[in-house]
């Protein structure tokens, strides 16, 4: 991992945090070289003086220069600008997420629109420990927005959707995800103690968006990569990453803290596909094989029926022939029947369904 000025887009600069403005970065690299971008940019939060808790403490907002633009034009265009060069880099069936809370957020969207993504999702991360409004003169601010895109309309976008439900306990995930900020041991800290980032984003919302919209291997680009969360979350899963930071002590920041990540192994990297990913299987295979024999008894789920298995891979019942498909809805008088999860065989005095056998040629191809 490398820190280094972009001179030429010959290659593309895996794993290195690039010095630079992130347009100009953006445009000098290959078009049409990046799976995904997660974009994390200045919100423009326009704060007015000093903020200060009840017992007077000082408060340490973003009142930094990079987050301050001279009006809502100016920060449009900057907006339409690396939105253009954003997706200049993005693959055909690449995707971009972009992160905000209500002072910027319903810009990014429009100006995302306009510019030709289609909008999959937006997102909200309702943080489990979120700042208290030291005021009282408005909500708890205790949320923002993602909004995901692809590149196009139509594109073949990834979506780890197994993944995703896995990961929340086999139930599918939801739109609202419920995290912790970033605190304790995962916040960076500079040399006197202080934070070394005002909006470093905690590696459990990175670790969401890039199991769920990456494969190992993608290259993921975030063009304000401050600390280095994304950087180091793709490292963890065996995602390539490519970081552009203009802020020198955040460079160093990050490049201390990717120097310290270890990827997870193959096994680990490896997620919950969806099943219309798995390599199709054809029931006469498992004839073929010899994994069940032509004139062998097949039995329904309920043990109400049984068929016998043909040398083309059909089945015949008492007056159906056809596919396990076909043979197991005439049986039951349904418009459809799963044959896979509906017959099974007889073992050794056990009933074992035929998907056992499906699964097993599965994991062979897959080694």
């Excluded at 997660?38 to 987050?67: C, I, M, T």
């Excluded at 969401?208 to 994304?230: E, K, Q, Y």
Aim: glycine share 8%; net charge positive.
């Amino acid at each position: 991992m490398t820190m280094t000025k972009v001179k030429s887009a010959a290659a593309l600069p895996l794993n290195a945090i690039l010095d630079g403005d992130c347009i100009e970065v953006m445009n000098s690299l290959p078009e049409a070289s990046v799976d995904l971008i997660f974009a994390d940019p200045p919100y423009n939060l326009q704060l007015k003086g000093d903020l200060h808790r009840p017992d007077n403490s000082h408060v340490d907002a973003v009142d930094d220069e990079w987050d301050q633009f001279a009006s809502f034009a100016a920060y449009d265009k900057f907006t339409t600008d690396w939105l253009a060069a954003a997706r200049r880099l993005l693959k055909p069936n690449g995707a971009i997420w972009v992160i905000g809370s209500y002072h910027n957020i319903f810009r990014v969207g429009a100006a995302l629109q306009n510019q030709g993504y289609w909008i999959l999702n937006d997102v909200v991360w309702r943080k489990s420990n979120p700042m208290p409004n030291f005021r009282g003169k408005r909500f708890t601010n205790a949320h923002e927005t993602m909004i995901w895109a692809s590149r196009d309309e139509g594109a073949k976008y990834t979506f780890n959707y197994e993944a995703l439900k896995s990961l929340n306990e086999g139930v599918q995930m939801r739109s609202d995800w419920v995290l912790p900020l970033c605190t304790g041991h995962e916040r960076l800290k500079d040399e006197h103690g202080d934070k070394a980032h005002p909006t470093q984003k905690p590696e459990s919302l990175l670790h969401r968006v890039l199991v769920g919209s990456t494969n190992p291997g993608d290259v993921v680009l975030d063009p304000f990569f401050g600390t280095g969360t994304t950087g180091a979350v793709a490292k963890m899963l065996g995602r390539d990453f490519i970081g552009i930071e203009r802020e020198a002590k955040y460079r160093k920041v990050a490049e201390e803290r990717l120097k310290n990540v270890r990827k997870f192994d193959r096994e680990a990297l490896q997620v919950s596909a969806s099943k219309r990913a798995e390599p199709r299987v054809p029931f006469g295979q498992l004839v073929e094989r010899g994994m069940l024999r032509p004139g062998e008894e097949l039995f329904s789920m309920n043990k109400r029926h049984k068929a016998k298995v043909r040398a083309d891979g059909t089945l015949i019942g008492l007056d159906v022939k056809g596919s396990i498909h076909q043979v197991g809805a005439h049986l039951e008088g349904a418009p459809s029947c799963n044959g896979w999860t509906y017959w099974c065989f007889k073992r050794d005095g056990k009933t074992v369904p035929i998907d056992v056998l499906r699964q097993q040629i599965r994991a062979e191809m897959q080694n």
